[in-house]
């Protein structure tokens, strides 16, 4: 799987957009772009995931440039209950070859 | 609906004595992972099963580290003897094969301390 990297702490203010980049500039045609973000205490908890189209969930919005090469998380308006580490993920949907591979993530806190 | 249960929450042991953590995935999905996660690193997969037969223990310390699912439903981990090292939380999580991968749903993990 192709390895990403992300920068390792952001601050947003509350009611915010938080934007958060990735950069995956060895991606693979056939590599999907995963968000999972972890709260404090808590397991990795599945965000959004897009190929190449930008996707938008109730939680997020997921915007892939047109190289593939990177691409942003949003957070619309930010809440305090959205400070958390968030992991940007590449990965082939692989039946034979499920796993997730992180990376230290983005420390994202939202300010008052 | 019940999300991937794990227990014990928290568990604190000596050096050189056994444990064990236990996971209860959601109801359905016959894929199921462990992962171990230091403090201040992303989690790292130590052994996938597809129901009752692990595919995939490539990262397990086999030394010391052994796994089980029996009946492919619930799934237990064992250290035998804990290392000061193995300090570190151990998350579960499982997912289900279908056309739209929704993701893996996670447990809360056991944060095991060993003194």
């Known amino acids: 799987d192709a390895k990403t990297t992300q920068p390792p702490s952001m601050d947003c203010a509350e009611g915010r957009a938080a934007n958060l980049p990735c950069n995956h500039s060895t991606i693979s045609g056939n590599e999907y772009v995963y968000w999972y973000r972890q709260i404090h205490s808590q397991g990795p908890q599945y965000i959004i995931h897009g190929l190449k189209n930008n996707e938008t969930n109730e939680m997020a919005s997921l915007i892939i440039t047109e190289d593939r090469k990177s691409s942003t998380l949003i957070l619309p308006h930010a809440t305090l209950r959205d400070t958390a580490v968030y992991y940007c993920?590449?990965?082939?949907?692989?039946?034979?070859?499920?796993?997730?591979?992180f990376g230290t993530g983005t420390r994202l806190t939202i300010i008052p | 609906e019940a999300g991937v249960v794990q227990s014990p929450r928290y568990k604190i042991i000596e050096k050189k004595q056994p444990v064990a953590f236990w996971c209860n995935p959601i109801s359905g999905h016959n894929t199921l992972y462990w992962y171990r996660q230091n403090l201040g690193q992303g989690p790292e997969l130590l052994i996938r099963?597809?129901?009752?037969?692990?595919?995939?223990d490539s990262q397990l310390p086999k030394d010391r580290f052994s796994a089980e699912r029996l009946k492919g439903v619930d799934s237990t981990l064992k250290i035998q003897p804990a290392e000061l090292g193995d300090s570190a939380v151990y998350l579960c999580?499982?997912?289900?094969?279908?056309?739209?991968?929704?993701?893996?749903?996670f447990g809360s993990g056991t944060r095991l301390t060993v003194v």
């Open positions: 099963y597809e129901n009752e037969e692990a595919v995939d």
């Open positions: 993920i590449v990965r082939v949907i692989n039946f034979g070859n499920e796993k997730l591979t």
């Open positions: 999580a499982s997912s289900t094969r279908t056309g739209a991968d929704y993701g893996y749903t």
